[in-house]
């Protein structure tokens, strides 16, 4: 069975206020959550970068030469 989001948002509407708003909580809680954890995989993907010698680092200048005429 495939649950969609509008069968989803129907049986939430269903619940009392006060549920829902639990819900609410809960799933912005988990997207931040979700946020954190893609940051964090980011960054060490980063780190690992870094330790590899993949990456450039230093100033725009560094990267692009002079940008200034």
Same mark, same amino acid.
């Given at each position: 069975?495939?649950?969609?989001? %509008?069968?989803? @948002? %129907?049986?939430?509407? &269903? @619940?009392?206020?006060? %549920? &829902? =708003?639990?819900? #609410?909580?809960?799933?912005?809680? $988990?997207?931040? =959550?979700?946020? $954190? =954890?893609?940051? &964090?995989? #980011?960054?060490? !993907? !980063?780190?690992? *970068? $870094?330790? &590899?010698? +993949? ?5 725009? *200048? #560094?990267?692009?030469?002079? +940008?200034?005429?």
């Amino acid at each position: 069975m495939i649950t969609t989001v %509008d069968s989803i @948002l %129907d049986e939430i509407s &269903q @619940l009392s206020i006060e %549920d &829902q =708003e639990m819900v #609410d909580e809960i799933v912005h809680k $988990r997207i931040i =959550e979700g946020k $954190r =954890e893609e940051i &964090q995989t #980011d960054y060490l !993907a !980063a780190l690992n *970068d $870094r330790k &590899q010698g +993949t990456i450039i680092s230093g100033s725009i *200048d #560094d990267l692009f030469g002079p +940008t200034g005429s």
